[in-house]
């Protein structure tokens, strides 16, 4: 049986891509059995339907309580038996009961080389941003398991970016999230021993 990945996306879903695209081209042995989306509407959902995987959205605004929506999403979870669970993108917190239940089993890719320019406030663009201000030199991507500690699991895997005087947030941002297409599949193969 091929291992079950599931991912979960907030966004345009480009690191969802890769990795469907890295499935497609037998680089990962693997299925991604479901995408779960945070909301309507975003590019991750147009991906799934193309690529044929089935998708939900568990929309932290539809319910009416955080426990509720902390049920609902380990019960989708539970109930697509993940070997591996990916936040692609994914700008929700993750409940700890989701954590717990899933320990050592989700990761998530981060837009800076970690634990720099990690934490509350630190996600899209705000960390480009941040890292061109303080005139850092290099950038990066980060792939880590996902613990109760906010952005501060054990790093899997990093790439480097340089850091150009020119840079704006936009073309650092594209700079990282081609490293980001590259290192996340890299480090789901070998995760999942392949
Ligand atoms: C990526 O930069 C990722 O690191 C961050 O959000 C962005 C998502 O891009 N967490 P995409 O939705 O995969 O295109």
């Known amino acids: ?101 899933f320990e050592g089993k989700i990761i998530n890719i981060h837009p800076s080389l970690l634990p720099a320019y990690g934490g509350k406030g630190f996600y899209g663009s705000n960390v480009h941003t941040a890292v061109i201000q303080d005139r850092q030199k290099e950038s990066g991507c980060t792939v880590h398991v996902v613990t109760e500690e906010y952005d501060k699991g054990p790093i899997l895997a990093q790439s480097r970016v340089p850091v150009f005087e020119d840079d704006t947030p936009e073309s650092l941002a594209a700079r990282v999230l081609a490293k980001e297409h590259e290192v996340l599949p890299q480090t789901i193969k070998q995760l999942l021993n392949q």
């Open 1 to 101: 049986m091929k291992p079950r990945i599931v991912v979960l996306a907030s966004g345009s879903g480009s690191n969802f891509q890769s990795i469907i695209n890295s499935i497609n081209a037998s680089f990962i042995d693997a299925k991604i059995v479901r995408l779960i989306a945070s909301r309507d509407g975003i590019g991750a959902i147009d991906r799934a339907i193309k690529a044929d995987i089935p998708f939900k959205v568990i929309n932290k605004k539809h319910f009416d309580t955080s426990e509720r929506f902390e049920s609902s999403l380990l019960q989708e979870l539970v109930d697509a038996q993940p070997d591996l669970i990916v936040l692609a993108g994914y700008l929700v917190q993750v409940p700890v009961q989701v954590i717990k239940t």
